[in-house]
């Protein structure tokens, strides 16, 4: 990683504002494994000189965030999520702490957690219902989705004034509102199981789901 840092140093020189490490759509307690670019501006040219850089590391990253230096401030009303968890969980490999400063309002993030919740289990519902039902299809689309509501869960308890940044994540939150995720736990903590294992488990997974959309209108009301 400082490999790529140096080349993004000598190349952009003083137009490299920051790069870091971060996590979002997964909860905090999991590995950094996203990077994030800030540019004084980002240009097309630009985003192919770093794609040239990062094809070396596709492996080890996931896909960058490129912004330039504005974009988080004036995002800070519709992705109070993601900024959140930048400020307190990214990890600043060059230049300047950017999301140190940015402020939340817990307004504007019951707007987005309403959001979130909605969609992402639209897509759910639709994901299941167009690709092909078998053990490897249902499996991604449980483990991948099942992040972005983890880190959904952990902004429905902040509301409550719970900050919770470990593996007792899914515990407490059944404990504050009463609800059983039982599903996310076995997908958390088991091994990849075989598909007549899985399919219950993952219609457990959409009931539970259903069941924190409707348990969401009363929280952020």
Not at 28 to 33: A, C, E, I, Q, Y
Not at 106 to 128: T, V
Not at 175 to 188: A, D, Q, R, T, V
Request: overall charge negative.
């Amino acid at each position: 990683m400082g490999k790529f840092v140096e080349v993004l140093k000598e190349h952009f020189k003083e137009k490299l504002i920051s790069v870091g490490l971060h996590n979002i759509g997964v909860t905090s307690f999991l590995d950094n494994n996203g990077i994030f670019i800030i540019l004084d501006r980002v240009e097309p040219d630009d985003l192919l000189d770093i794609k040239k850089v990062y094809s070396r590391y596709k492996k080890q990253y996931s896909t960058p965030i490129v912004v330039n230096k504005d974009f988080f401030k004036n995002a800070a009303d519709v992705f109070c999520i993601e900024i959140l968890e930048l400020k307190e969980n990214a990890k600043i490999l060059y230049g300047e702490n950017m999301f140190s400063e940015l402020e939340v309002d817990d307004n504007n993030l019951r707007k987005q957690i309403e959001y979130e919740l909605r969609s992402k289990l639209l897509i759910l519902k639709g994901a299941f219902v167009d690709l092909p039902l078998d053990r490897k299809v249902v499996d991604n689309i449980a483990y991948r989705s099942m992040y972005n509501f983890l880190l959904i869960l952990r902004n429905l308890l902040r509301l409550r004034g719970k900050l919770i940044n470990d593996e007792t994540l899914v515990e407490e939150f059944e404990k504050e509102f009463g609800i059983k995720l039982e599903s996310f736990k076995i997908l958390m903590n088991s091994e990849k199981m075989s598909f007549d294992k899985l399919l219950p488990v993952f219609k457990q997974y959409l009931k539970e789901v259903e069941n924190l959309v409707e348990i969401s209108d009363k929280i952020l009301a």
